[in-house]
Every structure is written in C-alpha cells, then in structure tokens.
C-alpha cells in the first residue's frame, strides 16, 4: 500500500507563489509516475505537473508551464509543486498521486492508483 499526505495549501493574492509538498510512505514503487493534479467543484480532475520516478523527466498542462516547477527527493519520498504567478483560475484542491503508466498518459487522472487527500488552494484576485 501507498501513503500520500499533501500539504502547503492555503490562500494567496493573484501573482503571488505557493510550494505545495506530497510526504510519500509504503511501497512507492508500486508506481512509476508521480504527479500533481487539481479539481474544483463540478469539474473533472485535470493533470498539472507529473514526474518519472528516478528520473528528471517532467511534464506539465500548458495551462501551468513556465509558472509550475514539480520536483522530486527520493532520498526523503516527497513530491513538490513550486507554483509562482498564481492566478484565480488556479484555485482549485490540489492532489498528489502515484500510478504506472507511459508518458502519453502521464497527465491522465484515471492512470493513476494512489491518491492523497488533497489541499486547498485559493488564489484571490
């Protein structure tokens, strides 16, 4: 089984930054794909940011690029989200997941197993 605990949500004005962090325990090779994704009410959950485990491949929404950094410690099992120029749009609860897929479907939600709890971010503007 996996564990994932999301934290550093929280409210912040329109251009302002937030770093989102995803504590990993269990047997995280259960998975070869780690990412973040986000859903607000009445909407699909949608792919921002995911990683090859082991690796520095990243891929990101283009909704996110240029403004999102994701990163990966695999001494410490956590995954960070560095969000800068956030923008109202980007108010949504904001997940951590683990899954084993290919890099076409690394933004897809529904390859993905392991899922945190989430954390809220709200960005006002």
């Known amino acids: 089984q996996v564990q994932l605990v999301e934290s550093g949500g929280g409210s912040v004005q329109a251009g302002g930054s937030l770093r989102l962090s995803c504590a990993a325990s269990?047997?995280?090779?259960?998975?070869?794909?780690m990412g973040w994704f986000r859903q607000t009410p009445g909407k699909e959950r949608e792919g921002v940011a995911t990683i090859y485990t082991g690796t520095t491949w990243t891929f990101y929404a283009d909704s996110v690029k240029g403004r999102f950094t994701i990163s990966r410690d695999s001494a410490k099992n956590t995954l960070d989200l560095q969000m800068n120029s956030l923008n109202p749009e980007d108010t949504a609860m904001y997940f951590c997941a683990l899954g084993y897929t290919t890099r076409s479907r690394a933004l897809n939600p529904s390859e993905y197993n392991y899922w945190g709890q989430g954390t809220q971010v709200t960005v006002s503007s």
């Open positions: 269990g047997n995280t090779d259960l998975g070869n794909y």
